[in-house]
């Protein structure tokens, strides 16, 4: 099973940044668009940023000009930087990524998901 590990989230005060990882835990022959989304409580999870495995990113309106999308190819990891963060950003980040692994079924994959709490 291939599983997507995300590590960089936290608690931070408004204003401050945090950066966001995200590697596929496993070989994979290929992977296509990469994306962050996120989740608050009583709220539908939305995407906040994506990037296609030739460079083309796309974002929310509510966070273009503070975070930036990236990934590297060589380690099939995707970033999310992420400045003057705001109250409103809290929620559960996931990582998303369709991909072909291996040795397991192609598709769109989650990650666990990585809290980030923004507070003063």
């Known amino acids: 099973q291939v599983q997507l590990v995300e590590s960089g989230g936290g608690s931070v005060q408004p204003g401050g940044s945090l950066r966001l990882s995200c590697a596929a835990s496993r070989s994979i022959d290929r992977i296509y668009d990469m994306g962050w989304y996120r989740q608050a409580p009583g709220k539908q999870r939305e995407l906040v940023a994506s990037?296609?495995?030739?460079?083309?990113?796309n974002y929310a309106d509510s966070v273009k000009g503070r975070f930036t999308i990236s990934r590297d190819n060589a380690k099939n990891t995707v970033y999310l930087q992420m400045n003057s963060l705001k109250p409103e950003d809290s929620a559960k980040y996931y990582c998303n990524a369709d991909l072909t692994p291996l040795d397991a079924t192609p598709g769109s994959y989650w990650g666990q998901g990585t809290q980030v709490t923004v507070s003063s």
């Open positions: 990037i296609t495995n030739g460079g083309y990113t």
